[in-house]
């Protein structure tokens, strides 16, 4: 039920322009406004926020707000609100500063950052940062070139009516910085390659915190990151850019500008590293240093990257253990899981993510061994699509259940039967802190339909709401209530119940 605060900021909202309000209703109005798709007056009120930090995600509170259809006319209003207040600032024509300033807004810092947990453009989370990126390139151009115009004409004005040039300069506006997370593509490269490189001199400056570029070349990405402030960028996420171990070593050095880069994903970036020659291992080694050049690296994603038997070669020269280390899909031999075992990065991880390899094929050991030296610190694991059968999951139980600290496991696209996950599921009963396991249909909730005469396997919707009841069923009987089961690998993959 809304609070009485709740539905009194709701009747102000209705009213445009807004009544003098006291500085404490701010961050209520800011949310009933968001909530109800009032773009107008969120401008408004960004334009005479009264404090200096505007932290969007932090107001709205629920990530579910930012799917929401009118979210992008949400987010354009609350950065045209610093628009208008930027180019009011530049307007003013010069008086003693504190008098100017009395009048304005007191924001000088917008985060907008941490509004999705996914860079993927194809979903309404994706394409809030998406919007929100082309909308602050725009901006960023717009108060920039305001700025020139009043710089050129606005002066001359201000000196023909007082006569004297030096008495009337008009005082620079203090300027806003944007924390921002950045998602560029080809579409968007050009205004927010231009927005940043004059953003060193413009009045509206973005601070990158999370850089993601897809499908770009690695001579535009490198064009952007020389843009970006040294001192605010956290993670770098690149998908589908096909880069190549070249690429890599292109981008790489630019990397260590950086202090504070703590997480780089390269995600289908068509790195192959199968078969080297004297050519590609320089490059590997050469990658291999300029990965060990960053000081702050805790999170490495080479999703997709084809490494049989040259994981080694990757991370040998890192100074610092990981923390995450994402390698599904990247064609891992006995060999990888081995040093990874054997490695200071196995009782420092945290996250494990191995999907797409298939067990079968001599990693069961390997993969024991490894789990084994993860076993005190691994918070994840994700072995989806890794070919596992009863047999491989009832070898590895007992070093799982000695993972006491395991927050998530995911088992989606394993050939499991109901008897092994329901067994799977009283054991890891006593793994206190599980709170999401992402099982897969069991094999014997299949059933095989003909279809004009060709037969094809599909789910038995039947017997799979039966089975689904039953693991409810068993939760409820546990008292673990608070274990989330599900067969579903979409229901929870923006929920951010893991970072680190």
Known sequence: MDSLLFLCARRVVTQRPLPALPPDLYPVLFQVAFLDGRALVLRDLVDTWPFPVLHVQRLVGHRELLRDHSCRFCMEAVIQGVVVQLRRELEEPGRDSRWVYSRFSSLRVLDMTRLSDSVSGDTPA?????????????????????QQEFQTHGSKWHKGCSGDAASTAVPEPRGVDVHTDLLVNRTSYEILCHALQTGA???????????????????????????????????????????????????????????????????????????????????????????????????????????????????????????????????????????????????????????????????????????EETSSSLLHLDLTECDMADSHLEALLPTLLRCSRLRFLGLHGNSLTTAAIKDLLQKTLELPDLHLVVYPIPEDCYKLELWDSISDVVEDEELLAVTTAEISQLLENSGRTDIIWTSSIFAYRDLDYFSL
Not at 129 to 134: A, G, I, L
Not at 227 to 254: A, D, K
């Open 126 to 146: 994706g394409l809030t940062v998406w919007f929100s990126t082309e909308a602050l390139a725009k901006a960023c151009v717009e108060v920039s070139k305001h």
């Open 201 to 371: 001199t413009s009045p509206l400056r973005l601070k990158c915190r999370e850089f993601q570029a897809v499908d770009i070349s690695a001579s535009e990405i490198v064009t952007l990151l020389e843009s970006l402030y040294p001192s605010c960028l956290r993670r770098v996420e690149l998908y589908f850019n096909n880069l190549g171990l070249t690429g890599l070593s292109v981008i790489l050095p630019h990397l260590s500008r950086f202090p504070e880069l703590r997480s780089l994903k390269f995600r289908y970036s068509n790195v192959d590293v199968r078969h080297l020659t004297p050519e590609s291992a320089m490059t590997i080694r050469c990658v291999a240093r300029q990965l060990g050049m960053l000081p702050s690296l805790q999170e490495l994603s080479l999703g997709s990257s084809q490494l049989s038997g040259n994981l080694h070669q990757i991370l040998c020269d890192l100074q610092a253990p990981l923390e995450s280390l994402e390698l599904g899909y990247c064609s891992l031999l006995p060999t990888d899981l081995a040093f990874l075992s054997q490695s200071f990065h196995a009782p420092a991880l945290k996250r494990l993510d191995l999907s797409g390899h298939n067990i079968s094929q001599g990693l069961q050991e390997p993969l024991r061994l490894l789990l």
